[in-house]
């Protein structure tokens, strides 16, 4: 999706990061589902012990993390176009 040192990007290479981007927030919006779904205890309770995740919630947990992992570079990429688009 990187246009090359130098030159501007395609309307093509435009296009697609905006399409990647577009993706990733979905890929984020499911992942919250399936967060909130597992009910991943986030808190301690009352004597101050923390309660164990269940391999789901784990799942859930790694998901959520890559996710927004993802979400972030393909937005640092897409702007990294725009402002090449720009120049």
């Not at 981007?21 to 205890?41: N, S």
């Amino acid at each position: 999706m990187i246009s090359r040192v130098g030159r501007r990007p395609s309307r093509y290479e435009l296009s697609a990061g905006r399409r990647e981007y577009v993706a990733a927030v979905k890929r984020l919006q499911e992942a919250i589902i399936r967060f909130e779904a597992a009910g991943v205890p986030l808190t301690t309770e009352l004597g101050g012990m923390m309660q164990l995740w269940n391999r789901e919630q784990v799942g859930a947990v790694i998901e959520i993390r890559d996710a927004w992992s993802g979400l972030v570079e393909t937005r640092r990429a897409y702007e990294r176009l725009l402002r090449d688009d720009a120049g």
